[in-house]
Each structure stands twice: as structure tokens, then as C-alpha cells.
């Protein structure tokens, strides 16, 4: 199956844009023929922009791209579905989608990954992450076992803020320890999908 551009005068169909593991909805645009080419080509979202009147990469000024994973048209061949993995926040306010710009999700974790990349790719002298690669990965791997251990200790009481905060000290030294073994988060979701 092939989009009809026809369909429209303006030779434009809509484009909804789903986040390939959360299946959250990430943004709605248009694409011409020559967008959808693109798009199908470089693996990267190509909108054709209404108000720019050009082709628009998502991504091109913000490096926020929209790498696809799946592309999907409707039973019309008027609408298409793309499922993609955001490599940033999609929506130009900052938020990961353009529909809630108060929902926190998974991409959040995506970011805080990509920094902990960089923290051990490109290290600095007052990076605490930074350090903990210098380290080693039994450093690392004792400091998740010690965040693991605090969190059991906060479950036991009636404190929330303690332990969420507990939580949040463990899933941080979890993603180091994810990039030290060179594992993505997705790698992850991988593998629970796979269990589902």
C-alpha cells in the first residue's frame, strides 16, 4: 500500500507520530510525496512544514530527531502511522509529546541516559558520574547494590518521600551501570517485551 496525495488539494496527508516503546503519541504533522520519500530513505521523520512551506526534518535545529521504526498507512491510504524513537524531547516546548506537556515519561529516562553517555564518553573533573567510571564497574555495581539495599530499608517504613527518593538514587545508578555494561534502556524494554 502506498499514501494517496492526491486525495487533498494541497497533495498533503497527515502524519502521527508514536513513540515505538511507550506507544505514546508523540506529535501529528504532514508529509508530501517528497517528505515520505525522505522519511522512508534516511530513517528519519521529514514533515513537509505549512508555515515554512519546505521540507522539515524533525530535528534538524534541536538534533531532536525521530528515528522510525515502523511505518503504517491507513485502510484509506490517507492517514500514515509512524512508530519512532524519539532522541529527545519531540515537542518544541520541551516536553515529550505535544498532547500533555505535564505527562512524565519514559523518554525523561532517555535523556538522563544520553547524559550518563556523555559523562563516560566525555568526562570531566568534577562529574560524579564521571568518576564512577573512573572506578570501575565493580564501583559501580557496589553503588547500585548499596541503593538497592537503601531501598528495601525505606520500603519497610511509612516515609514516601524517602523512599521515592531511594528509588530514584537506585534507577539512576541502575542507567550507569546499564552503560558501563554498553546496554540501552531499550535493550531492556527488549527483553520485557519479549517476556509479555
Not at 511507550?22 to 501529528?28: Q, R
Not at 504533522?29 to 524533525?58: D, I, P
Not at 511509612?158 to 545508578?173: I, S
Request: aromatic share 8%; proline share 3%; hydrophobic share 35%.
Amino acid at each position: 500500500m502506498n499514501p494517496d496525495f492526491s486525495k487533498s488539494t494541497d497533495g498533503l496527508i497527515p502524519v502521527i507520530i508514536q513513540d515505538n516503546i511507550t506507544n505514546v503519541v508523540l506529535m501529528l504533522g504532514y508529509m508530501n510525496q517528497e517528505a515520505f520519500n525522505k522519511t522512508q530513505q534516511e530513517k528519519y521523520v521529514t514533515f513537509f512544514s505549512r508555515s515554512k512551506n519546505r521540507l522539515w526534518t524533525k530535528g534538524e535545529e534541536s538534533g531532536n530527531f525521530l528515528n522510525v521504526h515502523s511505518l503504517l498507512i491507513d485502510c484509506d491510504n490517507d492517514t500514515i502511522l509512524i512508530k519512532a524513537t524519539p532522541s529527545g524531547p519531540t515537542c518544541h516546548t520541551g516536553a515529550d509529546t505535544c498532547f500533555n506537556e505535564k505527562n512524565i515519561s519514559v523518554n525523561f529516562l532517555t535523556e538522563i541516559e544520553t547524559i550518563i553517555r556523555d559523562r563516560k564518553n566525555n568526562p570531566t573533573n568534577n562529574s560524579y558520574v564521571a568518576s564512577l567510571f573512573t572506578k570501575g564497574i565493580n564501583k559501580i555495581a557496589q553503588k547500585v547494590g548499596e541503593e538497592a539495599i537503601e531501598v528495601i530499608i525505606e520500603a519497610k517504613d511509612n516515609n514516601d518521600d524517602l523512599f521515592k527518593g531511594e528509588a530514584a538514587d537506585l534507577l539512576f545508578h541502575y542507567l550507569i551501570l546499564l552503560q558501563a555494561k554498553n546496554v540501552t534502556l531499550n535493550d531492556i524494554v527488549t527483553v520485557l517485551k519479549s517476556r509479555n
